[in-house]
């Protein structure tokens, strides 16, 4: 018997870019259910975000905020206790991000260093986040409550992709993109959360006797350490039908298909083999 772990990103990915509507995912994600695989979302959102999903999801697995700024695990669901994780309402939190206090520090020194105008999410108003991610106001406040990442874009004049990275490095911070934004974090990624969680995972599967199969699923390069993790990498088409250039893996899948349905297709083909 194996155990099915599935990673995924969820705008772009699982979540239409336009609508966010998980809709033409539904029938791999009753067959998710029905194999009792894990379905974790590992996400730029924040906690505040991915809580209602998990809800509308029918979740209790584990989930990853905030490009893998920190862990969550519900109490009990391992029955041994999350390395270095502290206790958090009804989770066992893992945090492996830089503070977000330091993160807009950061930004606007970069700003002013590249001399070129980096906004952040916490220098937009509401209605501008609103604007920018396509999300309802009270949904876009939910974006806002950030911990471990800084999503930002570039006013005015651009700077170099190579020049956003080397000023983050010179702080020991990183730099990485998404489907709408730059990030601007500390050493955590994607991959990093999803290997720590896979160690508790692992550990499991020694005590009841089965083996894992894991699978990951994103869109942009910022999900490229997750989909470096697991034995079968997805990567889902863009909106115009491209593919991220910037990931590229010795056994990427690429699904056929924009969003929640290259997500629906691809799981449903590689499930199907398995």
Request: net charge negative.
């Amino acid at each position: 018997m194996r155990r099915i772990i599935i990673f995924t990103d969820l705008d772009g990915s699982l979540l239409d870019p336009g609508s966010y509507s998980f809709e033409p995912a539904k029938e791999a994600l009753s067959d998710i259910h029905k194999r009792g695989a894990a379905l974790i979302l590992a996400s730029s959102k924040t906690r505040a975000e991915v809580e209602p999903l998990q809800l509308r999801l029918h979740l209790c697995d584990p989930f990853i905020v905030e490009n893998g700024g920190a862990l969550y695990v519900r109490k009990g669901y391992f029955p041994f206790a999350v390395d270095a994780a502290a206790i958090q309402e009804r989770y066992e939190v893992l945090a492996l991000g830089t503070p977000y206090p330091r993160l807009r520090a950061a930004l606007k020194e970069i700003s002013d260093d590249l001399g070129c105008r980096l906004r952040g999410i916490g220098d937009c108003s509401l209605e501008e986040v609103a604007r920018l991610t396509g999300l309802p106001l009270a949904e876009a406040r939910l974006a806002t409550q950030r911990e471990y990442d800084e999503p930002f874009i570039v006013d005015g004049r651009d700077v170099s992709w190579d020049r956003l990275v080397k000023a983050a490095q010179d702080r020991n911070l990183q730099c990485t993109r998404g489907g709408r934004f730059y990030h601007l974090m500390g050493t955590n990624d994607k991959g990093a959360a999803s290997r720590r969680l896979l160690e508790c995972y692992r550990r499991l599967a020694q005590e009841d006797g089965r083996s894992l199969l894991t699978i990951g699923v994103g869109d942009s390069l910022n999900d490229l350490p997750m989909l470096a993790s697991v034995d079968y990498p997805i990567l889902v088409q863009k909106p115009d039908g491209s593919y991220d250039p910037d990931v590229q893996l010795p056994h990427l899948i690429r699904a056929v298909g924009v969003g929640p349905v290259g997500w629906n297709r691809s799981l449903l083909d590689l499930l199907s083999t398995l």
